[in-house]
């Protein structure tokens, strides 16, 4: 079996292709549907995704939602703006995160975000990243003469910001179209964007059909969307993401299961959980994942059909999707992707976050 190297998953995007910001209504973005077993490709656009499911399909979500990830503070008096983006919380009050400039943040260097919201550099890790505690200093058992009652939680979504993605510059769109409409767990530095297409009409659309829809956890973090430096795939090391697979999921997917009735995943983040969780059956089960799926590595246990964005060259997003085909009994699956990628290009297709979408079965 040919040993895949991150360079085989690379491709020219002209700029003009990445979306700066979510078409609206959220269905209307487009979607281009490949049929594998015909080897067809359709046009069209996401309110038209309940022409490819049936009565006792499972739709399966990530009900994560984003937080204001992104923080931004001084910059005065000719001083450097710095820039603080939470990546995960280690423990209580404790975030691993980036920092910028990074001269700014050395070990047990303690900064001010605003007066109730002071910090501190714990550790450097080899990474680069940093872990830094957060405090409020006009907290009852503060140091401050003045009282503020916010928990550091609330002052971080208060000065924080959406995380959008690097390569979206020129966006105007509100924090709430960064979140599927489905969120409610917060969590996530960047959106499970498969899931930005859905309205609440589109999902009363598909549930009177027939379809359950079985909402997953999994926080996103920002090595999803990072390229893979490792010349060989076996030698890249996969981040970890939390999720929470519930007894309520484990039961419905092992009915669709045993039933013969089809299992769609919404999103590379979906799948992650479920491949993660299957074994002979689903058990409810949480915890970190680092699973990395790509062609010639993965044995696929539960995802029939998939639905997904148009993701970044050398991203473990499309080495997933790529062996997704393998596993559809596509011959050669990354030169498909990129084929497919290119034909979404000639027809105007709109890529990564605020893109539109793909639908694989």
């Known amino acids: 079996m040919k040993e895949y190297r991150t360079s085989d998953f690379d ?35 996401f309110y038209n995704l309940p022409d490819y499911l049936h009565a006792g399909d499972t739709l399966v979500v990530n009900r994560s939602k984003v937080i204001p990830a992104r923080i931004l503070f001084g910059g005065n008096f000719g001083k450097p703006q710095k820039e603080i983006f939470l990546l995960k919380e280690e423990s209580e009050n404790i975030f691993n995160v980036l920092v910028k400039p990074g001269r700014l943040f050395l070990d047990g260097k303690t900064f001010i975000v605003a007066k109730d919201l002071h910090g501190e550099v714990l550790e450097i890790l080899e990474d680069g990243t940093r872990n830094v505690k957060f405090w409020n200093p006009m907290s009852a058992d503060g140091f401050s003469t003045e009282v503020s009652d916010n928990t550091v939680h609330e002052l971080l979504e208060k000065y924080g910001r959406a995380p959008l993605p690097p390569y979206i510059k020129e966006s105007t769109a509100d924090f709430e179209r960064y979140q599927t409409v489905y969120a409610k767990e917060k969590g996530s530095v960047a959106a499970p964007t498969a899931g930005l297409h859905f309205t ?23 090595g999803t969307f990072l390229p893979v430096s490792a010349d060989r795939l076996v030698d890249h090391k996969m981040h970890s993401e ?83 085909l393998e596993h559809k009994g596509v011959k050669d699956p990354v030169a498909k992707i990129l084929s497919l990628y290119e034909i979404a290009k000639e027809n105007n297709y709109r890529f990564f976050s605020f893109g539109d979408a793909m639908y694989i079965f």
């Not at 829809?213 to 926080?219: A, D, G, R, S």
């Open 242 to 324: 939390f999720y929470v697979f519930s007894k309520e999921n484990a039961d419905a997917l092992n009915e669709a299961k045993t039933s013969g009735c089809r299992i769609i995943a919404v999103g590379t983040t979906s799948v992650r959980v479920l491949e993660s969780v299957y074994d002979n059956g689903f058990e409810p089960k949480s915890g970190e994942t680092d699973i990395f799926i790509y062609p010639g590595k993965h044995d696929w246990n539960v995802v029939d059909a998939l639905v997904t964005n148009f993701h970044l060259p050398k991203s473990t997003l499309i080495m997933l999707v790529a062996s997704f």
């Open 200 to 222: 609440p009409e589109l999902i009363s659309k598909i549930r009177k059909i027939g379809v359950d829809m079985q909402e997953v956890l999994l926080h996103v973090g920002r």
């Open 11 to 45: 491709y020219v995007l002209d700029k003009k292709f990445i979306a700066q910001n979510p078409v609206n209504p959220r269905d209307t973005s487009k979607m281009l549907v490949y049929d594998t077993a015909n080897d067809k490709i359709y046009h069209k656009h």
